[in-house]
Antibody
Framework: QVQLQESGPGLVKPSETLSLTCTVS????????WSWIRQPPGKGLEWIGY???????NYNPSLKSRVTISLDTSKNQFSLKLSSVTAADTAIYYC????????????WGQGTLVTVSS | DIQMTQSPSTLSASVGDRVTITCRAS??????LAWYQQKPGKAPKLLIY???SLDSGVPSRFSGGGSGTEFTLTISSLQPDDFATYYC?????????FGQGTKLEI
């Protein structure tokens, strides 16, 4: 079965760029949509954006000016970059799959906590 | 953006109880709604998609209903493993949005 695993630095300084990678195993990245979602500690869920295996993207307007999602099909990975971070970007970041253009998230990665602090 | 509002925010119940969580959308989303269960320190897990379709492996005590702007998640007989936080999510239009969550506690 498909499994997703996030990786990247757990601590980022304010004003710098947060970078995370999601590695997909058990299935090809081809044919699906791949999303990033975040959850501030003790709070709710926020969709950040998706990338389709063709490279097309769609971002949440609330973050669009700071977000870039890319993919590397040769490594079966996709990545998130969030620039100019502040303490408000401290959250658990999840990667997840969408089967279709507009669909639910399944499965999810286990999540990785990123703290923004100097 | 479509706003999703869950009620209640917290629900106290006992093993064996039947419980219902409600999710309301700020505009019609047809049946494009999913429900997730999240336990502390874990990622959300899909329970239901398309408002009422049970994901593979999810116990039949879970059921979903509704369409348009009002949806429900019902657990027919609570089990100890069900105490968690539940989220609804609309996928009718972008940006995808979630409800604020309902914490189901003993």
């Amino acid at each position: 079965q498909v499994q997703l695993q996030e990786s990247g630095p757990g601590l980022v300084k304010p004003s710098e760029t947060l970078s995370l990678t999601c590695t997909v195993s058990g299935d090809s990245i081809t044919g699906y949509y791949w999303s990033w979602i975040r959850q501030p500690p003790g709070k709710g869920l926020e969709w950040i954006g998706y990338i389709y295996y063709t490279g097309s993207t769609n971002y949440n307007p609330s973050l669009k000016s700071r977000v870039t999602i890319s993919l590397d099909t040769s490594k079966n990975q996709f990545s998130l970059k969030l620039s100019s971070v502040t303490a408000a970007d401290t959250a658990i970041y999840y990667c997840a799959r969408n089967l279709y253009y507009e669909s639910w998230f399944d499965p999810w990665g286990q999540g990785t906590l990123v703290t923004v602090s100097s | 953006d479509i706003q999703m509002t869950q009620s209640p925010s917290t629900l106290s119940a006992s093993v064996g109880d039947r419980v219902t969580i409600t999710c309301r959308a700020s505009q019609s989303i047809s049946s494009w709604l999913a429900w997730y269960q999240q336990k502390p320190g874990k990622a959300p897990k899909l329970l239901i998609y398309k408002a009422s379709s049970l994901d593979s492996g999810v116990p039949s005590r879970f059921s979903g209903g509704g369409s348009g702007t009002e949806f429900t998640l019902t657990i027919s007989s609570l089990q100890p493993d069900d105490f968690a936080t539940y989220y609804c999510q609309q996928y009718d239009s972008y940006p995808y949005t979630f409800g604020q969550g309902t914490k189901l506690e003993i």
